[in-house]
């Protein structure tokens, strides 16, 4: 071998080995790259994440403080049954507004009368009109006198009505209308003797601008004609 083809040989090994770190230096560089991208994506993913638990955070703690508000907000009532002895006694709902102050004004009042209980799933008879007979009664001892004072036909809803602060509204009430089955010349005894001890029971809602309404619960008392409060600032 002569010393053209030793160069020749020398110069072609240097060239692989260089090639070779070249190509190693390639990979490496890649790796490099590709880590330094999953470190920075993994960088972003966990700002995200913060972020987000961030503002989950703030808007529960807003929430919070909407609630802690709004029943701080909530209307204090009285509620009473009344009766009005003309010879023949007549029964009236009295409501009274007592606050709170901050409020000044409730655009809407409503006031349903509630069952005894959900008689959704009773078993009923017949052909499918005792469903509608059912749905129909009042199962209590008092009903709204219907289409007076804006109740519906049944008496169960009044129609609604604002009030000023300190204001106080009176509506008549009758007896409950016994359903058909209840027959026989004891009929309505038996229906009013159902309810002879029981309460009557309501739903009062109100609403008051932008706020969300309040809807309370009350059992008002009918046999010593007991004032009841409900609502009221934390309720």
Known sequence: MDIKDILENGI????AVFSGW???????????????????????????RTAEAARATADAVAQIEEDRFHR??????TVQILVHDQGVPQRSLKIHWLGPTTLRR?????????????????????????VEERDRTIWGPLRFPP???????????????PM????????????SVRPSWYEGPDGEERW??????SP????????????????LSVEVDRAHLEVSQIGGPGR
């Open 147 to 161: 289409r007076t004072d804006n109740a519906d036909e049944i008496g169960r809803h009044l129609g609604s009505f």
């Open 12 to 15: 072609a090994s240097t060239a």
């Open 164 to 175: 000023e602060l300190h204001d106080t509204r009176e509506f008549r009430l009758e007896r």
């Open 106 to 130: 409730l655009d809407s009042v409503s006031i349903s009368i509630r069952d005894d209980k959900d008689r959704t799933n009773s078993p009923v008879l017949g052909d499918g009109r005792d």
């Open 200 to 215: 009557l029971r309501l739903w009062i809602t109100c609403a008051s601008g932008s706020h969300r309404p309040w809807t």
């Open 72 to 77: 701080e907000l909530t209307p204090e009532m």
């Open 22 to 48: 070249a190509a190693w230096s390639a990979r490496q560089a890649a790796r490099t790259s590709d880590s330094n991208s999953q470190r920075a994506n993994h960088i972003s993913e966990s700002a995200h």
């Open 192 to 197: 009013q003797r159902q309810y002879s001890r």
